[in-house]
């Protein structure tokens, strides 16, 4: 096959940073730059040049000419830096102010080009931007960004409106949000080039493991700059990897790019990084991909220990429907909660439990390792038995109620709805049509629910919680029915320094001040910051 005349750019440290800060250890920077001038790689995305930010990051989020000028470059790399329009639109003295503040002349600088990121309904925008950067010498990359939200038609006006500026050096395309195949590929290239006369270049996205194949569709329809990142490492589920990336092309066009030079880097240094970070594809980011949701929200919820699975399924589907194209933190939390609105259910706890002890019970390891004097215990004592999320882990005859708040879990429960010969604790309001068809004519006690951070308020009909976790449902029930006091079995806890476990521990000291009377303790270890008694206490003879 004839060989393309193709143009390498790896941004490892520009997009890998997401995962660290812009904050690479020195030793790392310098044998990455050895290793991608060995294989081939013609231009080196070095990092962001970011305005400045209310928080610390690291030297490749700014990517300052004075710094660059302390790295060991080879000869023969061309660097770049990219900008995130969004930064130059949104910068309080203007476009002008931003661009002065970020670039010298490329005659006092040690980089050659610039790339502008820009979500492509704003591409037409950056006309003023592109034009200051020429004015001061540099080459420019202008980067449309979700391009697979345009049509062809669109983005052929785009393209033919950026070629009559006669001021951009490469036209770029990228998939955002992971989710072009490499037929949408080919139909956005084609439809570029319809208006654009110079090179273009694809950022590719690897949501649904698509990133190679896509690059090889793009150079088929005439792309000649691809971008790429050692171990794919980036944003959410990363790019396509330049190991592979090089492989395959040297394989398909016999370009001379020499991918092994990258093999002892990415088995010493960047595979023990992707082990920590978890970046690259998997269900979530390819369900993300598929459902047109912005990869952040995903890599979010991962790297935060409180999201369980249940919870990132829910959020994705939820996002899909309410423009999670573009990330929000503010998008996240409503996401998380969007299923709990209602505090107020239509079954009336008041006096259910008057007097009575509650015994909640999570069907954990410790509750495993103290079973047997579990079971002694409800045998003995007059107590409520709320079994959370599970139904085999007690025998029907030894529970008084199943609790569950979160819709996957209530979904786990209606699909055994036959085997629950008790009560169900569940916010309604949670429950889709089909689940409470599933239901069927199993009981309920419908105690509402709504989430709200920071925030407990326990009413007759239900109750507003900081999360959707049902050991907090499941208590708040037990005080609208008047429960004296309420034993915990199973709440192992976490790892100290673990963010689920804070987020628990100040749950529980939300009940206490809220309710200072109330005894609430647990009976199997705990690493909780509550009150611990033990299931083996002697009791006194009736």
Known sequence: MTSPNLTLLDCTLRDGGYYNDWDFDPDLVQAYLKAVAETGVEVVEIGFRMTPKDRFLGPFAYTSDDFIRELSVPPGLTLAVMINAEDIFRYPSGQD???????????????????????????????????????LGYEVGLNLMQASRKTGDELQEIARAVNEWNTVDVLYFADSLGNMDAVGVRQAALALAEGWSGPLGIHTHDNMGQALNNCVAAVD????????????????AGNVAMEYLTMEMARRYDVPYHPDKLFPLVASVFSPLKSKHQWGSNI?????????????YVQQMLSHERYEVNDIIAAIRHLS?????????????????????????????????????VLLVAATDGARRHLSAIRRFIQRENSYVVLLNEIDFLPPSEVDAYAACHPTRILSL???????????LLPKNAVSENVARDLGETQILDFGLRVEEDTLDVGA??????????????MSFAIASGAERILLAGFDGYEHGDPRHSEIDAIFELFHNQFPALKISAITPSTYAVHQTSIYEPVQPS
Not at 415 to 421: H, L, M, P, S
Request: net charge neutral; with cysteine.
């Open 97 to 135: 102010d931003a661009i002065q503040l970020l670039f010298q002349p490329r005659s006092e600088s040690p980089v050659t080009m610039v790339r502008i990121a820009v979500n492509a309904d704003d591409g037409l925008e950056c006309q003023f931007m592109v034009s200051r950067l020429k004015e």
């Open 461 to 474: 009909r239900g109750c507003t919680i900081p999360a959707p976790l049902v050991m907090a449902y499941a």
């Open 414 to 424: 209606a699909n055994r709805a036959d085997k629950i010969e008790r009560p169900l």
């Open 284 to 296: 979530y980011y390819f369900l993300s991909g598929s459902l047109g949701v912005h990869p952040t």
């Open 221 to 236: 329809a005439g792309v000649t700059w691809l971008d790429a990142t050692i171990t794919g490492m980036g944003r959410g």
């Open 321 to 357: 429907e309410n423009d999670g194209r573009s990330f929000n933190g503010a998008s996240l939390r409503n996401a998380v909660s969007q299923a709990y609105t209602n505090a107020e259910g239509t079954w009336e706890a008041t006096g259910f439990l008057a007097g009575r002890t």
